[in-house]
């Protein structure tokens, strides 16, 4: 499977790179930055942050990008923005909660800041299949799960919800403050430049109450379950809700159109928000926003499809590997359901949360941990 990973990682440069080559994306983008304005929006766009200028550079471009999912101006693509910030979010406190593993000390997976800054730089589509399939090759977790080499620090459990409020919510929700009303366009574009390196900002927060809490967190068993359980909630949460809030309110566009001004029903109709054009398709954009829209839901399909796949593998690996067998028909079936009702992140998560119930139900001493299974 990590080859089908490393696959997907690699199309994404043509379903997405490529396909915005073509289709104008590029070209709009770039206008945009040499006319000095933001698109669609008859203000400056801002070009020093650091004053290196490399960086700035490519914040600049970073901003052009982000600006018009963020201003209110394109619905359907504000609405799509909203799903796949939750998808994001829950699938790196999977990746950041798999870097912490006792068996993958050492190996590339415990370096989840180099992919989340290689998210952010060149896709999500292309970081998050590429660090699975580095796992799925490189950690004994992968390959024969068991309690000893899949448990995680107490405090690392205990803290990453908090960790991912601060270091990632907080910053995408400044970014979406309205502008004029409770802040001002170049605030914005200071805000979306400061959200960037969020990665970062979750790997070095999570190391630093590491090695500064440990000492107040003793390695109780029954503790760590209960915190590794509010990981995984924390993060189906966070996958579901926004998967929901942005479907649901696509389809009341359908169900219900009496709710929504008429200028929006044709924006936010699910042909619209959830289309997916191809990149041999011919299409041409019109403007930075509708391209972005593509962009992103390349970005969102890909990305989301690597980390399901992953998942899917490790609690396959696990069932052969203790139960010596796997309910094919039933886990299909199931996977479907999450995957339609919460998206392919929030199944993947269920998967994860699952593999790690088995694994120390089955291989933990009996004495150390409960036997009790999570609430359904």
Known sequence: ??????????????????????????????????????????????????????????????????????????????????????????????????????????????????????????????????????????????????????????????????????????????????????????????????????????????????????????DNQRSSMSSLRWVYAFAFVNASLSHLVSWIVSLATVVVPALFEDRFLDSLHPSKVFSVPLPWSGLKVDSVADGVHVFLRWDYMIGSAGVFIWALTLYTVAHKQILNTVSWPSLLVKVGLLAALTGPTGAAVELMWERDELVFRETEGPKQISKTKKST
Not at 100 to 121: D, S, V, Y
Not at 129 to 148: E, V
């Open 1 to 218: 499977m990590r080859y089908v990973l490393f696959s997907l990682s690699a199309f994404a440069f043509y379903a997405i790179f490529y396909f915005s080559y073509i289709n104008g994306l590029d070209a709009l983008g770039h206008k945009a930055i040499d006319s000095g304005k933001l698109p669609g929006v008859n203000a400056p766009l801002r070009t020093h942050y650091t004053g290196v200028e490399p960086i700035d550079r490519i914040l600049s471009l970073l901003t052009v990008f982000f600006y018009p999912a963020l201003d209110g101006q394109s619905p359907t693509l504000l609405l799509h923005s909203i799903g796949f910030s939750g998808t994001f979010g829950a699938a790196w406190t999977l990746v950041v909660l798999e870097s912490w593993r006792k068996g993958n000390a050492g190996t590339i997976a415990a370096f989840p800041a180099i992919f989340g800054l290689a998210a952010q730089l060149f896709t999500f589509a292309f970081a998050a299949p590429l660090i699975c399939g580095l796992q799925l090759g490189c950690s004994i977790t992968a390959r024969r799960p068991h309690a000893d080499n899949i448990r995680v620090p107490r405090v690392v459990l205990a803290v990453l919800p908090a960790i991912f409020v601060i270091g990632f919510m907080l910053p995408t929700h400044a970014m979406v403050l309205p502008t004029p009303d409770l802040i001002s366009v170049d605030m914005k574009q200071i805000a979306i430049a400061i959200w960037q390196p969020w990665p970062a900002y979750v790997s070095i927060l999570t190391t630093v109450a590491y090695y500064v809490l440990s000492p107040f967190f003793a």
